[in-house]
T-cell receptor, first 115, second 116 residues
Framework: AQSVTQLGSHVSVSEGALVLLRCNYS??????LFWYVQYPNQGLQLLLK??????LVKGINGFEAEFKKSETSFHLTKPSAHMSDAAEYFC?????????????FGAGTRLAVHP | NAGVTQTPKFQVLKTGQSMTLQCAQD?????MYWYRQDPGMGLRLIYY???????DKGEVPNGYNVSRLNKREFSLRLESAAPSQTSVYFC???????????????FGPGTRLTVL
């Protein structure tokens, strides 16, 4: 069965520092992986996704993630944090069941950015 | 395009009261979902609808019912609200539940429900 683990429920960085949010997945089939961001009092919006092809995926707002099959990881990074990056970030994997596919979400990581 | 819209944005209920959360999408998507979000637990799927006229249980369906009114609308009903149903509820839509699962899922802004 597919599942997602996000290491660290809270991450705090200084403005301008590297952002690294960790995500490990479990999947019995080649996974489709997603990162979503949720700003305060808003819904989730897609940051980036990996389906097939290039393992380094670039998303919006300068974020990128690398699919590493050997490590079953899909960590999210940004070279230089901005105050506006403060939000909650969710990693998700596609679950295949009964002919349907659904997203399974991790518990989320709340990112704080300090001046 | 408005995307996915939800009403109401906020609601306070007393234990035992009922209410319906409304969701609509204007992207001509086939599949729609209801999730609840609780601190430290991510999003958990309550019900989903692969297409108009079909609904299926997700991970946490107890205490909820849904109706796929037409292709655009998918409502969530709490028949007898309980404090354990205090949560933020999100509706989402996706082009299709079938296929490879690469479609992006789009979310509404959420409904913040408190049950006293």
């Amino acid at each position: 069965a597919q599942s997602v683990t996000q290491l660290g429920s809270h991450v705090s960085v200084s403005e301008g520092a590297l952002v690294l949010l960790r995500c490990n997945y479990s999947s019995s089939v080649p996974p489709y992986l997603f990162w979503y961001v949720q700003y305060p009092n808003q819904g989730l919006q897609l940051l980036l996704k990996y389906t097939t092809g290039a393992t380094l995926v670039k998303g919006i707002n300068g974020f990128e993630a690398e699919f590493k099959k050997s490590e079953t990881s899909f960590h999210l990074t940004k070279p230089s944090a901005h105050m506006s990056d403060a939000a909650e970030y969710f990693c998700a994997v596609t679950l295949f069941s009964g002919g349907y596919n659904k997203l399974i979400f991790g518990a989320g990581t709340r990112l704080a950015v300090h001046p | 395009n408005a995307g996915v819209t939800q009403t109401p944005k906020f609601q306070v209920l007393k234990t035992g009261q009922s209410m319906t959360l409304q969701c609509a999408q204007d992207m001509n998507h086939n599949s729609m979902y209801w999730y609840r979000q609780d601190p430290g637990m991510g999003l958990r799927l309550i019900y989903y609808s692969a297409s108009e006229g079909t609904t299926d249980k997700g991970e946490v369906p107890n205490g909820y019912n849904v109706s796929r009114l037409n292709k655009r609308e998918f409502s969530l009903r709490l028949e007898s609200a309980a404090p354990s149903q205090t949560s933020v509820y999100f509706c989402a839509s996706r082009k299709s539940l079938r296929g490879g699962g690469t479609d992006t899922q789009y979310f509404g802004p959420g409904t913040r429900l408190t049950v006293l």
